[in-house]
């Protein structure tokens, strides 16, 4: 103790570091609960016929085969979306418009953008592109809205990988005689690569488990089909979750927790991914 009975520095930093641990560890014990809960009551019901049956009104015979077909085929829509968009912009504003009024105005949208909630995006994408493009409750509606949602994660990452490439790589591609288009495309985005995969790959592990927008744009609960193209119609693996979670038999409750495990899984494998590549592009940015 300090003279007038207060506390030392020192004893404020320990006191701290406990408050701060004991914070996290209920944080991961909640987890470690709420996850414990959906493994003992999904994993039984994780075999092949359900990954490969149709929905039903029997949960014994219920399956995820049409939700993960439709997931699969809206991030595919999704990225070929966002990718050319998020990227080229990310470029533009760290290579061409660092001192343009304009790209300041377009770094604060997409600053704001970030923290707008998931269901305004449903809401725009209901009003712009079902209602006025009249692409319907569609798979492409639905990639159009979740592009506008994880476009921001993109633009920033791409901006952040480019920003972490030396000075000195550009300045020696100009030596050579490159043009500022050369340098780019030769040059900075191979050596920014690693770090603009992570963002990608970050951006589409949260438009997985998105539910919200996909429900204001008319994603529907029951699809006893696949989709074969951009207009028709879709369930994805959320929404299916979704569904059941709201049923009143206890055996649909059980394949929502077993969905809920599927979805996990698909989220952990992106971001390993994500994290394996990240590693390696710190790794060759220091060599």
Known sequence: MSKGGLM??????????????????LGLLTLVVLLSVIVYKGAGRLNWSFFTSLPSRNPEE???????AGMVSLLVFTLAIALPIGILSGIYLEEYGK??????VIEI?????AGVPSVIYGILGLQVFVRWCEMGNSILAAACTLALLIMPVIIVSTRE???A??????EAAYGLGATKWQTIRRVVVPASFGGIL???ILSVSRAIGETAPLIVVGALAYVPFIPEGPMDQFTSLPIQIFNWTTRPQQGFIVNAAAGIIVLLLFTLILNGIAIYFRNRWQKRTLI
Do not use: E, H, M, Q
């Open 8 to 25: 030392s520095p020192k004893t404020k930093d320990s006191i701290f570091k406990v408050f701060a641990i004991l914070c996290t560890g």
């Open 62 to 68: 219920s399956g995820i085969y049409t939700a993960l």
């Open 99 to 104: 001192r343009s009024r304009f790209a300041r």
């Open 109 to 113: 949208n997409i600053s704001n953008l």
């Open 161 to 163: 990988a480019i920003k």
């Open 165 to 170: 490439v030396p000075n000195s790589l550009r």
């Open 198 to 200: 992570t963002g990608v």
